[in-house]
């Protein structure tokens, strides 16, 4: 079984992905790389890496673009397709949608897409994120703690 999403932030959003990939299912994330309108979210999220990477999740940063899709592919049938993201503020301020639809064809190309996105990003691997700057390591806990107050 597999589990692919774009996108996916917050201390909820690794709770799942951390239940997911104890169950067995292959789960990448694929999320914003360098390019982005938000340096503070970008390390916020990355904030959360370390636990994500032990728990076996595969991260991958995408680096043509700025990327604020997402999605949820599971089995290939399955997909959520929406705007909120996994984090408190999308849960309790802003008004948010996500579809969830049972359709084997959007499934089996949303799967393609991301697949192909793969390609356009960089892995990120436990022992080079355990290597990283250690300004970039006091950034990273600075903007998780700031992101949480929002």
Avoid: C
């Avoid at 999220?45 to 990327?67: D, H, M, N, W």
Wanted: cysteine-free; charged content about 25%.
């Amino acid at each position: 079984m597999a589990l692919a999403i774009l996108g996916v932030t917050g201390f909820t959003g690794r709770l799942v992905l951390d239940e997911a990939r104890r169950a067995g299912l292959d789960v990448r994330l694929l999320v914003p790389g360098p390019v982005t309108d938000n340096r503070m979210a970008r390390f916020s999220g990355q904030s959360r890496y370390e636990a994500l990477l032990k728990a076996g999740v595969r991260i991958y940063e995408y680096q043509p673009t700025f990327l604020h899709a997402k999605g949820l592919a599971v089995d290939g049938k399955w997909s959520i397709i929406g705007s909120p993201n996994l984090n408190s503020r999308s849960r309790e301020l802003d008004e948010e949608n996500a579809f969830g639809i049972l359709d084997a064809s959007l499934g089996a190309r949303l799967d393609e897409i991301f697949i192909a996105d793969l390609r356009h990003s960089k892995e990120i691997t436990s022992d080079a994120w355990r290597r990283r700057n250690p300004l970039l390591r006091v950034l990273q806990a600075a903007s998780r703690v700031l992101d949480q107050q929002s």
